[in-house]
């Protein structure tokens, strides 16, 4: 940010194309979503840092619901 906490025009252009996707997700009533950068970059061991991502969001204290049948059809890192 620059001073006085207002963004820069490329900073608020960035800010706005996240806000728009967040909307969208919203309006479409998506249940997960990823949002990554156009620059992202993998690494070569992306399958298995996801398969352990989705074992952490399974058995995390964030998660307030049972997985629903969607979910358990479609997992594609397992739902153990």
């Not at 009533?29 to 950068?37: F, P, R, V, W, Y």
């Not at 840092?49 to 049948?69: A, C, D, I, V």
Request: glycine letters at 6%; aromatic letters at 8%; proline letters at 2%.
């Amino acid at each position: 940010m620059s001073d006085g906490g207002v963004l820069r025009d490329e900073q608020w252009g960035c800010w706005r194309s996240h806000a728009d996707v967040w909307k969208r997700v919203v309006d479409e009533k998506l249940e997960t979503a990823l949002i990554l950068e156009d620059d992202v970059d993998w690494d070569t061991n992306v399958h298995d840092s996801f398969e352990e991502l989705s074992k952490q969001m399974r058995r995390g204290k964030l998660r307030q619901t049972s997985m629903t049948p969607h979910e358990q059809k479609s997992a594609p890192y397992g739902n153990c």
